[in-house]
């Protein structure tokens, strides 16, 4: 499986901007798909996830809660992330990344088995 995340750019905060991540070649509908962020000189942190099981559930890192929402089509092969009232400190290199597990552990990430590229997210005005 490949992915290839896209949709960063420069946004005042307060804005928003819809993260894609794109996979290629075989990837069951039980994957599940994560986004994780790396903001320089920090470690990376899981944002959020959303399962493969049945009923998508998902996960959300308790400093995006409410502004950020994950989602999937599977028939696409595609997952996004909407990003609302960006912060300053949302700034961070965002990455996708799939993992064999319906569940994963999001704090480890041996857990996901394949990743994207990053996309750069600045907020600032």
């Known amino acids: 499986v490949q992915l290839q995340a896209s949709g960063g750019g420069l946004v005042q905060p307060g804005g928003s901007l819809r993260l894609s991540c794109a996979a290629s070649?075989?990837?069951?509908?039980?994957?599940?798909i994560g986004w994780f962020r790396q903001a320089p000189g920090q470690e990376p942190e899981g944002v959020s996830c959303?399962?493969?099981?049945?009923?998508?559930?998902?996960y959300y890192a308790d400093s995006v809660k409410g502004r950020f929402t994950i989602s999937r089509d599977n028939a696409k092969k595609m997952a996004y992330l909407q990003m609302n009232n960006l912060k300053p400190e949302d700034t961070a290199v965002y990455y996708c990344?799939?993992?064999?597990?319906?569940?994963?552990?999001?704090?480890?990430?041996?857990?996901?088995?394949?990743w994207g590229q990053g996309t750069l997210v600045t907020v600032s005005s």
């Open positions: 990344a799939a993992s064999p597990f319906v569940d994963p552990d999001m704090s480890d990430y041996a857990d996901f088995d394949s």
């Open positions: 070649g075989f990837i069951s509908d039980y994957y599940a």
């Open positions: 959303i399962s493969g099981s049945s009923d998508a559930s998902t």
